[in-house]
């Protein structure tokens, strides 16, 4: 049995290739998995669980389905997707895990998390990110009409659009001592993540334990998945082509 690992999907309806290619690898592959793990940026932007478009049912539509297989499913939020909440759970079946979760992987203990967190660099969005956490404007937000948060969302997606860009990629990357404090403070050699877009498997060194951190890739110009069994790990692509 195998369990998987994808992140960084970014499905919105103006990318039907990535949408094609999570729904073959969702009725083709993860159909025959033990569990799936969604570690965040599922999607564009997740707007709230009472969205409901053809799109956002399409895809709650296709975890539904693989729940009711036996699939064990679990989603991590990402930092486009914070706002999905316990009513997508509800309908789809998927497990909400919280920002840092230790699981059992074949007897090994790994860190699952979206990643964004480990940018300590990247203060000004991580002070953003304090923001949109606060569960009282979360409470709020939920509660104003689509269309309004539509343009809400609108308005500071084209405000901050120029900020990404003045920002330099070391910035955007994880911070090494930050990861070192986090698995020490988990107690786990193996930590999984996505949201760098930069897929590669990290060994490095702390005291005296070999740790491993795998970065999940993107899925703009393809699939990407990890694949873990009993014995060993893989990242993989899958071509959009299919
Ligand atoms: O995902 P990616 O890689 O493109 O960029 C991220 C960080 N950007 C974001 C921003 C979101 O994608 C879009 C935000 C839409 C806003 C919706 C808010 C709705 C309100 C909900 C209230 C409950 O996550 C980017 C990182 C990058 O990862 C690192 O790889 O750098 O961060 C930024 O660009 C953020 C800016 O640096 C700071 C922006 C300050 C904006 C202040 C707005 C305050 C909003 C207050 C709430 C109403
Ligand atoms: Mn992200």
New binding site residues.
């Given amino acids: 049995m195998t369990t998987l690992f994808i992140s960084d999907l970014h499905l919105s309806p103006s990318t039907p290739a990535t949408t094609d290619c999570f729904v073959r690898f969702m009725r083709q592959e993860a159909v025959h998995a033990e569990a799936l793990y969604v570690l965040g940026?599922l999607f564009e932007?997740w707007i709230g669980d009472d969205d409901r478009s053809e799109f956002a049912e399409q895809i709650r539509t296709e975890f539904k389905t693989l729940t009711d297989s036996g699939v064990a499913c679990f989603f991590t939020q990402g930092?486009?997707d914070f706002?999905v909440g316990k009513r997508f759970s509800r309908q789809t079946g998927v497990t909400l895990l919280g920002d840092e979760t230790v699981i059992d992987l074949y007897g090994r203990k790994a860190l699952v998390l979206h990643g964004?967190t480990l940018?300590t660099q990247?203060v000004?969005?991580l002070?953003?990110r304090k923001?949109?956490h606060q569960p009282w404007?979360?409470w709020l937000?939920n509660r104003i009409p689509m269309r309004y948060k539509k343009k809400?969302?609108s308005k500071?997606?084209s405000?901050?659009k120029t900020?990404?860009k003045t920002?330099s990629l070391d910035i955007?990357d994880v911070t090494q001592s930050e990861v070192e404090i986090v698995m020490q403070v988990y107690n786990v050699d193996l930590m999984i993540h996505g949201?760098?877009?930069r897929p590669n498997v990290h060994t490095f060194k702390t005291d005296q334990t070999v740790c491993t951190r795998i970065v999940l890739g993107d899925w703009y110009t393809q699939g990407s998945v990890l694949i873990f069994d009993k014995n060993d790990f893989e990242l993989q692509q899958r071509p959009f082509s299919g």
Avoid: A
């Fill in positions: 940026d932007f930092n486009r706002l964004d940018c990247d000004k969005y002070e953003y923001k949109v404007l979360q937000f809400i969302v500071i997606q405000d901050i900020d990404k920002k955007m949201h760098t877009h």
